[in-house]
């Protein structure tokens, strides 16, 4: 719907900074969709294998680039995006984005209104280049994270282009970001190397352990087996998100404990029987709902308002698969439109309207 | 290699008792491989299920099974399994075997030479009938606790069909396998539970709590889907070992968090390196090796000397491919050979000969 690019500019241009996984699969994804990708990667030899496995079409600075997508690791981010956005003569309409798995950090640090921190939700036990691959945020959740100072028209156009990719865009504050992916990432990450490592301590006394290792173990601990050294920046940077985590976890298996040692079995059903209700509930990634609806909200047009907007619609769960403001040519109103599920329509238009606006919803045939 | 069937019984017949899905998926295993197989179930209708979708033909007691399968809930499987051993009539060649997740509660109550406690490592988070599939044991694990009283041609016997049925077969004592199941299978499970648990606490303030829950979330709580009233039978009935298991699982988290909160990253990458490379040499389930060899034993032909040796194995991690025990016609001497991985051969003949026996192998070709 929106097309912030110039008439002129017949291929899209990518510049990606980071050819791992994450930018190799970016890389080779934006070329399978028709754009022209330039990377480039602080070891060489890793730039010229992403030009080799086809991630990437040339190693160089890519100085007319629409998109800029930071993918190196998290302490160099910040200083790799604020350079990119300060070089003269790159492109107005220019947006940079990066992949970092802590968002607090990235964005406190880089404010400029064409910079949204980014967090797709795919993974793979893989890493490297030569796991790279242009599906692999296909039903993927993208977590875009806007501010306050963030151009509306740079947060349509990439979140038109991750759409393309076949993510769902999901905006949240960079701080609840943090706090979410503590919960459903960072800490079960933790524990499933901490599985890992007890059973294979355990299997230097008993050789049959890990023969016992079936397909439930197999799956808890399969994470456990990516890079190690993307993990401490994590725990450092999300410390504070990642102890409470651990220690609701401590008291929540304390708990556990205690209840198995009384043989309180009523206790341990019911507990056991809400995880296999709420396991089997877990929203299933990648199911783009078949009805979308539209919801218009005439706003001021200014600084924040998309913030605001696509921020209530993350804190209520709600992904946002298409969004546009179209300006006024007589003065400071604008129409912000926001594509959502339809079922979730009538949720996002009342948390709306009790903010105090007004706004139309209309479903789309 | 070894038959006791008797040579006139043209078709092997099994029963199983409880056709869920673990009874369901070895019944239409067993009838793909030319068994005749008779089910019951305390609950009619999930017997006449099992007729239905082929995996018994026929409703009945099974009088002439060669082959008897207890798969009921834990709980009922002891008086089952003696009610069963003392019937007269039953061919004096019937081997019955249990498939409960907890084995000394069983072992313990059925002493019988031709009752050998059994758990294959196979699941699913199906549960029921309708989820039974004849591979579901394909590659897994089944463990065999043979005791002091086991006879060594019932534990052949059975050994051979769960071969066939496409598993390895590995033997514990019965209080082995309690103990490492507690690390790798239960503990886990009441993991997974706990955490699915937590992150479903969280949605209920967070609704973009459970769309940023990607493969890696999915993974470690995909076993808390299953089926929960198994679970409270199990914990009563291993609970030392759980409790044990949880104890070691709050010390390592305890311990992580503090290094979490103090930003030791260097002892957080050696906690994640550790485990990645754990996970990584993690033995694939169903990779039987290619090269196979022959341990032979000399030994006295007496109750006790199957469990002495496959224990052996067992505590080894060295899986048994095949066993059988030649009998003397002169005297109380006879010869057990063990067939396991050509690279384990060496490592099993040393711990045999640590035990004062003499022994040859010899690889198979």
Same mark, same amino acid.
């Given at each position: 719907?929106?097309?912030?690019?110039?008439?002129?500019?017949?291929?899209?241009?990518?510049?990606?900074?980071?050819?791992?996984?994450?930018?190799?699969?970016?890389?080779?994804?934006?070329?399978?969709?028709?754009?022209?990708?330039?990377?480039?990667?602080?070891?060489?030899?890793?730039?010229?294998?992403?030009?080799?496995?086809?991630?990437?079409?040339?190693?160089?600075?890519?100085?007319?680039?629409?998109?800029?997508?930071?993918?190196?690791?998290?302490?160099?981010?910040?200083?790799?995006?604020?350079?990119?956005?300060?070089?003269?003569?790159?492109?107005?309409?220019?947006?940079?984005?990066?992949?970092?798995?802590?968002?607090?950090?990235?964005?406190?640090?880089?404010?400029?209104?064409?910079?949204?921190?980014?967090?797709?939700? *795919?993974? =793979? #036990?893989?890493?490297?280049? &030569? +796991? /790279?691959?242009?599906? !692999?945020?296909? @039903?993927?959740?993208?977590?875009? $994270?806007?501010?306050?100072?963030?151009?509306?028209?740079?947060?349509?156009?990439?979140?038109?282009?991750?759409?393309?990719?076949?993510?769902?865009?999901?905006?949240?504050?960079?701080?609840?970001?943090?706090?979410?992916?503590?919960?459903?990432?960072?800490?079960?990450?933790?524990?499933?190397?901490?599985?890992?490592? *007890?059973? =294979? #301590?355990?299997?230097?006394? &008993? +050789? /049959?352990?890990?023969? !016992?290792?079936? @397909?439930?173990?197999?799956?808890? $601990?399969?994470?456990?087996?990516?890079?190690?050294?993307?993990?401490?920046?994590?725990?450092?940077?999300?410390?504070?998100?990642?102890?409470?985590?651990?220690?609701?976890?401590?008291?929540?298996?304390?708990?556990?404990?205690?209840?198995?040692?009384?043989?309180?079995?009523?206790?341990?059903?019911?507990?056991?029987?809400?995880? =296999?209700?709420?396991?089997?509930?877990?929203? /299933?990634?990648?199911?783009?709902?078949?009805?979308?609806?539209?919801?218009?909200?005439?706003?001021?047009?200014?600084?924040?308002?998309?913030?605001?907007?696509?921020?209530?619609?993350?804190?209520?769960?709600?992904?946002?698969?298409?969004?546009?403001?179209?300006?006024?040519?007589?003065?400071?109103?604008?129409?912000?439109?926001?594509?959502?599920?339809?079922?979730?329509?009538?949720?996002?238009?009342?948390?709306?309207?009790?903010?105090?606006?007004?706004?139309?919803?209309?479903?789309?045939?």
């Amino acid at each position: 719907m929106s097309d912030p690019l110039p008439a002129d500019h017949a291929t899209r241009r990518a510049l990606i900074v980071g050819t791992g996984l994450i930018g190799g699969s970016l890389g080779s994804g934006l070329r399978r969709r028709g754009w022209h990708v330039t990377g480039r990667d602080a070891d060489a030899d890793r730039a010229k294998r992403a030009v080799e496995v086809g991630a990437v079409d040339e190693i160089g600075e890519g100085l007319d680039a629409d998109l800029v997508v930071i993918a190196t690791p998290v302490a160099a981010a910040p200083a790799v995006a604020s350079a990119i956005l300060a070089e003269p003569g790159r492109p107005d309409h220019m947006v940079v984005t990066d992949v970092s798995g802590v968002k607090v950090p990235v964005v406190d640090a880089v404010r400029h209104p064409r910079f949204i921190g980014g967090h797709p939700m *795919a993974g =793979s #036990e893989q890493s490297g280049i &030569d +796991g /790279a691959d242009p599906d !692999l945020f296909v @039903g993927a959740t993208w977590v875009l $994270t806007p501010t306050v100072d963030t151009d509306p028209g740079a947060f349509a156009l990439l979140s038109d282009i991750i759409t393309e990719l076949g993510a769902d865009v999901i905006a949240l504050s960079a701080a609840d970001h943090d706090r979410l992916v503590a919960v459903v990432s960072h800490v079960p990450h933790l524990v499933a190397a901490t599985l890992m490592n *007890a059973a =294979s #301590e355990g299997a230097k006394a &008993d +050789g /049959a352990l890990l023969r !016992l290792a079936a @397909g439930g173990f197999r799956d808890m $601990t399969r994470i456990a087996a990516g890079q190690p050294s993307i993990w401490p920046d994590i725990c450092a940077d999300n410390a504070d998100a990642i102890v409470t985590g651990l220690d609701r976890l401590l008291d929540d298996l304390a708990n556990l404990r205690d209840k198995v040692a009384a043989g309180d079995s009523a206790a341990l059903l019911d507990l056991l029987q809400r995880a =296999s209700t709420a396991r089997r509930e877990l929203p /299933a990634s990648g199911t783009r709902p078949d009805r979308l609806a539209e919801i218009r909200v005439p706003v001021f047009d200014r600084q924040g308002v998309l913030a605001e907007f696509t921020s209530l619609a993350g804190d209520l769960g709600i992904n946002i698969y298409d969004l546009v403001i179209a300006h006024s040519a007589e003065g400071p109103r604008g129409v912000l439109t926001l594509v959502v599920g339809a079922d979730e329509a009538e949720e996002l238009r009342r948390a709306i309207e009790g903010r105090g606006h007004i706004c139309t919803v209309t479903e789309l045939s």
